[in-house]
């Protein structure tokens, strides 16, 4: 059992990594994997949410976006219970979700292999 929050507003839940600074970890991340990734879409530097777009190169794509579970942990949700889904149904996604989040930021990764390991868990 987890103790109370103090009164004073502390939160308990992680600590939350700025969102420029996650992305460009990632960036480095998949070059030591030799991934080529490409930042496509910059959100607000600090707080914007994360889309991760997996491309098999088989003109399909695998989408995750950046969550929190009720504890505060960070985990990623997989967009299509983690099937791969045709590229043009995952550009229509993406750009409905820049619509509706002008904030957020994609990552788009070239992963034929699935050898990519998001850094948190993954929910589907």
Do not use: F, H
């Not at 990594?17 to 991340?29: E, L």
Request: glycine share 6%; proline share 9%.
């Amino acid at each position: 059992m987890q103790p109370a929050a103090p009164k004073w507003g502390i939160s308990l839940e992680e600590p939350r990594v700025k969102a420029s600074v996650w992305v460009s970890a990632q960036i480095r991340t998949c070059g030591l994997l030799t991934l080529p990734a490409v930042v496509r879409r910059r959100g607000d530097p600090d707080a914007g949410s994360i889309l991760i777009r997996l491309d098999r190169l088989d003109g399909t794509s695998i989408v995750m976006s950046q969550s929190r579970d009720a504890e505060g942990r960070q985990v990623w949700l997989m967009r299509n219970d983690a099937l791969p889904m045709p590229d043009p149904d995952v550009e229509e996604y993406l750009q409905r979700r820049i619509k509706s989040d002008p904030d957020i930021w994609i990552l788009e990764i070239e992963d034929r292999d699935g050898r990519y390991q998001p850094d948190a868990p993954v929910i589907t």
